[in-house]
């Protein structure tokens, strides 16, 4: 637990989280596959294809190669996309498809580096199209997320902007560390993937979550801590969670109200036989 709060007077500090597989349960990008089969984006064969590296992804996550040909596939596949509509769609299922694979850890672990008076950033690989609105969701006060470029006509050309991975999300950190006044010593980082390490050694506290092999690997031989999400849960059960009394708590308020009826209709009837014997 991070009860510990941040010293007003000294730096700024900041907890830094991979998305998928750290914060939600599956590739964020590939989650929308159905949507953009139905928005007219894709064809079946590309969401058979998405839904077979979803698998892959999920077995045994995806090391530097398999990542670069991910990569190559999805700019190839995006390019002709009209942004706007990739938008719309995004906005338009983003609670069905991501609030129910949110893991109920991650989301806690953000509300403590908020408690503690810490900023969250999420940092993925992912379009910006998509981790945006998601890190809005979750409540994050700022997005790393690989961007494409975008062409006059308002389409995605299939060339990439800026590519948010490896080496590349460190270089992201330290950036964000001189404009906003981050103490890396002290910030936190999670990520599931070795190719996260980079990241993750670039801070002061470094968490390996759900880590491949790879990086558990790494992580047991610097003594990094280790932790294991695995309760997807939507947040409006979480906030439902947290506003209802314990069930102790509601069944003495229904004694208490059951107790004050009861005294109201004594009191009633006394007040009634009262009056009737005065008259």
Same mark, same amino acid.
């Given at each position: ?8 007077? %000294?730096? $700024? ?15 964020? *990008? ?27 992804? %999920? ?18 596949? !995006?390019?002709g996309w009209n942004v ?67 062409? #006059? ?14 080496? *590349? ?17 002290? !910030? ?7 190719? #996260? ?13 759900? /880590? #491949?092999?790879?990086l558990r690997r790494e992580?047991?031989? $610097? ?10 849960? $939507?947040?409006?059960?979480? %906030? ?5 009394? /314990? ?33």
């Amino acid at each position: 637990m991070l009860w510990h709060v941040e010293n007003r007077f %000294l730096p $700024r500090t900041a907890a830094f989280f991979d998305l998928d597989k750290t914060v939600i349960a599956k590739s964020s *990008t590939l989650t929308f596959s159905k949507s953009f089969y139905h928005g007219g984006l894709i064809n079946r064969r590309a969401v058979l294809r998405t839904a077979y590296t979803q698998f892959v992804f %999920l077995a045994g996550g995806a090391d530097h190669d398999q990542m670069e040909r991910m990569r190559e596939y999805l700019s190839a596949l !995006c390019k002709g996309w009209n942004v706007q509509q990739v938008k719309e769609l995004v906005a338009e299922t983003l609670h069905d498809l991501i609030d129910p694979i949110i893991y109920d850890e991650a989301a806690t672990l953000i509300e403590e580096h908020h408690t503690a008076g810490r900023d969250v950033v999420i940092v993925s690989t992912s379009g910006a199209e998509v981790v945006e609105p998601i890190g809005e969701l979750l409540g994050a006060d700022r997005v790393v997320a690989t961007r494409m470029v975008v062409g #006059d006509d308002g389409c995605y050309t299939g060339e990439v902007e800026y590519y948010a991975y490896g080496p *590349t999300k460190a270089e992201a950190i330290k950036a964000l560390a001189v404009s906003e006044g981050y103490d890396l010593a002290r !910030c936190y980082a999670y990520s599931d993937s070795a190719t #996260d390490v980079p990241m993750l050694e670039s801070v002061g506290h470094p968490h390996a979550v759900n /880590p #491949d092999r790879a990086l558990r690997r790494e992580a047991t031989l $610097r003594e990094w801590p280790i932790l294991t999400f695995d309760r997807p849960v $939507r947040l409006k059960q979480r %906030l439902s969670a947290f506003s209802l009394p /314990p069930r102790p708590a509601l069944m003495a308020a229904a004694a208490v109200s059951a107790a004050a009826l009861a005294a109201g209709v004594v009191w009633y009837a006394a007040r009634r036989r009262a009056t009737t014997a005065s008259a």
